[in-house]
């Protein structure tokens, strides 16, 4: 397989789950800016929508958007936390809490757009606010500090990457404890460190 990410994007998730996995790849540096690969191939060529991840899992097949790419990673692994059996409830709560996300990373993302005006960025800050009162409550009614009853999933994977860009965004997550303890115990976890280390975060 062979991942094309952007350091510290959202890829990062499929970076640490393909770490997480041991599943073989290779990792191409995309510049998002250009659609540039590290060796100066056309991006948009590979994703027409010129974003990551893409995921090439066969030549010329490859996949994108983080449900996709996740849930098929996690399919291919030998670990049941990261594959629950198709169409079982608990396939279906993976894909949810993915989902989920994915509402998270359009609140937080769209404060990374140039020149937000203010009235935007406050209205922005009052959903993401929100967004991360919810990730709370939902962590708040488990007992393993991750987002689903089984343990460590993709989706953590995904939501502290998400989290992550709260530092470089300077939103105060102080508030959500527990929110801001799944991100430092995603980022504790090897895999992570690896990835993060890969992609020069680190």
């Known amino acids: 397989m062979k991942l094309y990410f952007s350091p510290g ?19 191409v540096k995309v510049d998002l800016k250009e659609k ?9 060529t ?4 010129g974003a990551v991840p893409a995921l090439e899992i066969a030549p010329g097949v490859v996949l994108t958007q983080n449900v996709a790419v996740l849930t098929y990673i996690g399919q291919q692994s030998d670990n049941t936390e990261f594959h629950p059996v198709p169409d079982s409830l608990e396939f279906y709560r993976l894909l949810e809490a993915l989902g989920f996300c ?9 404060l990374f757009a140039p020149n937000v005006p203010d009235a935007t960025r406050e209205k922005l800050m009052g ?11 939902i962590l708040d009614r488990g007992d393993n500090g991750y987002l689903l009853p089984v343990g460590f999933t993709q989706a953590d994977a995904l939501m502290a990457v998400i989290l992550n860009w709260t530092t470089p965004l300077k939103i105060d997550i102080s508030a959500y404890p ?25």
């Open 46 to 49: 590979i994703n027409p929508r």
């Open 127 to 137: 959903l993401i606010g929100r967004r991360l009162a919810q990730v709370e409550a």
């Open 178 to 202: 527990k929110v801001s303890a799944l991100r430092d115990k995603v980022f504790a976890r090897p895999a992570a460190q690896k990835a993060l280390k890969e992609e020069g975060l680190i």
């Open 102 to 110: 994915e509402d998270v990373h359009s609140a937080i993302g769209a």
């Open 36 to 44: 540039k690969t590290a060796d100066n191939q056309d991006y948009t």
């Open 9 to 27: 994007a959202c890829s990062l998730a499929a970076n640490i789950m393909l770490n997480e996995t041991g599943l073989p790849h290779e990792l």
